[in-house]
């Protein structure tokens, strides 16, 4: 008689039976490759995983890509992506392209921008923010004349060089023609000559005057043809005809400086000096 208070197992009876109930089984320390099978196919289905077995016999390796520390990982066809690119690489590539300067852009436009901000770092640095070019004469002449005339020799550079392109149209020539103009007009009303009328050279001295009308000889364009290249329009080059003959005109007088601009130059002078003392008892203090 069968005793149904017995319980019943059914395929291969043994202590090593995997199909013994929990309570029962012989528990046993899964090892490390058998825990990334466990974890690997309760992630993925099992049409999948039956498909990802070798020739073999033995399972392929499948990890989630979800590695954010740059390792290594691997695909679902057991083969490395580090270094190779994924879908995601296609979206990196557009916006890439999208910061990227055309290349049917005409070559002038990437010089025009160096050109305007060269301008508004002489405008907005060199005058804007430097006392010392008031009283100093040098560093007038190297932060605001010098570095101006850099400029002008910029932009005239690049309209002779680019005076066939059609593309450089009218337009784009007198919107550049007109910050040039504007910078030109601002080193001549700062440093020594600052005050309402740009080119006052009556009490800046000979000296200065001399000195900015051989920067506005330079600067100013001695012919038409290179006048309209550069965007500058008729009353423009009238006003920088005008600032030349003044200069001139101060320069022939050769009276000193009036002053005001001696009192700002002498000023300028002993705050140097002061300067070059501090630093100097600074030096010794280290040396010490």
Known sequence: MMNYQRRTFRGNSGANDSRLPKHNARRRKKTPQQDLDSDSNNNIDNKFHSSSESESGSPIIIALIEDHQGEVVEDSFGSSNDGKRNDNDNDDDENDDDNTTSTDDPPYLDEIKILKRRIKNIQEISIGTSDAIVGNI????????????????????????????????????????????????????????????????????????????????????????????????????????????????????????????????????SQQQQQQSKKQKKKQKNKK
């Open 138 to 269: 040098t560093t007038y002449q190297d932060n605001v004349l010098n570095a101006t005339k850099k400029c002008v020799n910029q932009w005239r550079s690049i309209v002779r060089y680019h005076k066939d392109d059609s593309r450089l149209s009218d337009e784009l020539r007198k919107e550049v023609g007109i910050s040039v103009f504007q910078l030109i007009q601002l080193s001549i009303q700062s440093g020594p000559l600052s005050g309402g009328k740009p080119g006052y050279f009556k009490r800046c001295g000979t000296k200065i005057a001399q000195m900015c009308m051989d920067f506005l000889n330079e600067v100013v364009p001695q012919y038409e043809e290179l006048s309209n290249l550069m965007g500058f329009s008729s009353n423009q080059m009238d006003a920088m005809k005008k600032w030349i003959l003044n200069a001139e005109k101060a320069v022939q007088d050769d009276k000193p400086p009036s002053k005001s601009i001696t009192k700002k130059m002498q000023q300028n002078q």
